[in-house]
């Protein structure tokens, strides 16, 4: 089996790197326009060789697409005009929009809108892991709209991946991942910003930071190409989110405010009961 | 050497067990009056005998304060006015209120204000670590206060944990914890209740839960009785952090109504420098 992967970064190559190693497939063709990028991933044997979108399309059996949310959503209809017998999949944090666009095009049904639930802050092909998605679920959307045989090929993919497959609608999907993946990703940007701000007054500050403060602000690490364009296209669904959150962050600045301890222990004892969720 | 632990949960414990292991003190003393607790620390070779407040005081060599910051300021009057030539120590969150009681009483040369900059999310003795602190940050305050030996004796004790010593006045590391540690638990609360808030109309939405939402929610286990304690005494500074940050969370949202993406990049771009600090 020949993969290619648009797009040569974290998740591109991680998924290529896992992929070859399990033998899922022989030989990986990368498209990037960013010449980096391919030197990079050649380097670390991520990919075998880099072709032109055009020919990398022709060239394979499946094509995963691994850029920007936005960038994925310009690929999509080029790629599907293009594509024969070949399997396509992205891997995009948002769905909504992507499969509307999908819905428009006539091959619709050789294209698997997907989101494995794995990831780590870093970018780029050098944070690529070749043991990564394992133990993790997936979630494939809108089954009902596409080819057999290309819902097949994906599942058994990340099957072969050791994941766990969830099926939902692309608006389910959306509201969802704004609970627990984009709002962590803003609190965290905020916290970071919060931190940062006090820290032009006083160098000493960060000596102090431990592993709880570590915890919470990792994801402020995260990339700017990746994350606006995911905010942009699950705005509605973030706003909601985030509107929530400051409502609840109030709660806690007046009980502290009116010194209404009670109630500051009821809503620590209240987000205790995440410990049903996490172990 | 013989220490005592007046509180026998995470901290308390993990102090007990490492030392030991250290070999820095060769008997342990516990002070808890949770009878559950008392038993389970004898059973888990934390402590290797319970006894009343009074007989551990003059009993031991040294003397580690380890209960939530609220039963500390009750207890440094009684066992300061026990002592003689034993050394107290705390291992409290908040240090400029336990500094104004200690600054009270007559024999406050006897008392050292720490914070070692560890811990996890988890309390009670069957949460203590063997390995605890190493790498850390601890903090002494007020040092010009002390008695000479006290100083030195918790300072070889914390040498011998590993841990990185920094000195500061206590009104300025209150300052400081609350914006690398206790800024991040109430987002992280916070965050737990609008994420609770929003299952009660989902049960699918955990399964999409992965790292990024572990990480940041991970505080919000964090046990009630140690926290409410904290933020009391350290209300004002949590105020101001708690301000900035909502703040903060206020310009993620302005820029995704204004559908300002530019802004929205900057703001993302100013959270990466985080990288300087968190590698």
């Known amino acids: 089996m020949r993969l290619a992967i648009i797009g040569m970064g974290l998740m591109g190559g991680s998924l290529a790197l896992t992929l070859k190693k399990k033998g899922f497939v022989q030989n990986v063709i990368g498209v990037d326009p960013n010449v980096e990028h391919q030197q990079k991933a050649l380097e670390l044997g991520i990919i075998d060789e880099v072709m032109d979108l055009d020919k990398a399309i022709a060239a394979s059996d499946i094509i995963a697409i691994a850029t920007p949310v936005n960038i994925a959503e310009q690929l999509l209809p080029l790629i599907l005009n293009q594509v024969d017998k070949q399997v396509v999949f992205d891997v ?20 698997v809108p997907t989101h494995p639930m794995w990831g780590t802050e870093f970018s780029g092909p050098a944070a690529a892991q070749s043991d990564a998605f394992a133990e993790k679920a997936t979630v494939i959307c809108n089954k009902e709209q596409i080819d057999e045989d290309a819902l097949e090929l994906v599942e058994k993919l990340y099957q072969q991946l050791g994941m766990h497959i969830l099926y939902m609608n692309a608006k389910q999907h959306d509201i969802h991942v704004a609970y627990v993946s984009h709002i962590s990703h803003i609190t965290s940007f905020a916290l970071a910003n919060t931190v940062l701000e006090k820290e032009k007054e006083s160098d000493a500050i960060f000596e102090l930071a431990s592993g709880g403060f570590e915890s919470t602000v990792r994801l402020a690490k995260s990339n700017a190409d990746m994350w606006v364009p995911i905010f942009m296209q699950n705005k509605e669904n973030v706003l909601d989110v985030l509107n929530e959150h400051i409502s609840q962050l109030r709660k806690f600045k007046a009980s502290l405010e009116k010194e209404n301890f009670e109630y500051l222990s009821e809503l620590i004892h209240n987000a205790n009961q995440i410990k049903r969720i996490l172990k």
Do not use: P
């Open 92 to 111: 995009g944090s948002t769905k909504e929009s992507i499969v509307h666009i999908a819905n428009a095009q006539s091959k619709k049904g050789r294209f």
